[in-house]
């Protein structure tokens, strides 16, 4: 009778089984940049009447570093302004890095694009929300972020334009 190694077993099947599904590990996050201005402080800690606008820009960008490994940065931009006055302006580049297994190739670069910012985003805006709170403003918790539309309108893009979304940046 031949030894047939258990679903459950140490070692058998299922052990084999998970080495073949579909991973993203993090291997490393950091902070590439960080920059907070507060450039009419004191005068824009008073009290305001009315409420600040509040401008918003998000990029990612990724590159191939290993066979399996990608740096995925994730920057956010932002200004708060009263009168067209800056009350603050913040900027952070958020990486991480990435290791990709058993992901099919036609499907790499959306998970590459999309689902690794997404697990770097709540990190990021803590970054960005104590930042604006040391500034001596009120947190900034910026709204979760639509990679898949920020994905497709990139994508969009980058066919108006002729290129592909296909490779990622070296």
């Known amino acids: 009778m031949a030894d047939t190694p258990a679903p459950n077993g140490n070692g058998g099947a299922t ?12 291997l490393a996050q950091y902070t590439k940049d960080l920059s907070f201005e507060n450039p009419n402080a004191p005068r824009s800690l008073q009290p ?11 990029n990612v960008n990724a590159k191939q ?3 399996a490994d990608f740096e995925v940065e ?7 302004k009263i009168n067209g006055e800056v009350l603050f302006a ?4 958020y990486a ?7 992901i099919p190739q036609d499907q790499l670069h959306p998970a590459v694009m999309i689902e690794c910012p997404r ?27 639509d990679f898949v539309g920020l994905y497709r309108q990139k994508a969009m893009e980058a066919q108006a334009q002729g290129g592909e979304t296909g490779p990622l940046a070296s």
Do not use: H, K
């Open 15 to 26: 052990a084999q089984t998970e080495d073949q599904n579909p991973a993203i590990n993090a």
């Open 48 to 58: 305001q009447e009315t409420g600040p606008q509040i401008s918003i820009q998000v």
């Open 65 to 67: 570093i290993a066979e």
């Open 74 to 80: 994730l920057t956010l931009e932002g200004d708060a």
């Open 90 to 93: 913040f900027e952070l580049n």
């Open 96 to 102: 991480g890095i990435f290791r990709m297994r058993n």
């Open 119 to 145: 697990l770097l985003f709540p990190f990021a805006r803590q970054i960005v929300a104590e930042s604006v709170r040391n500034g001596g403003f009120p947190p900034l918790y910026i709204d979760p972020i």
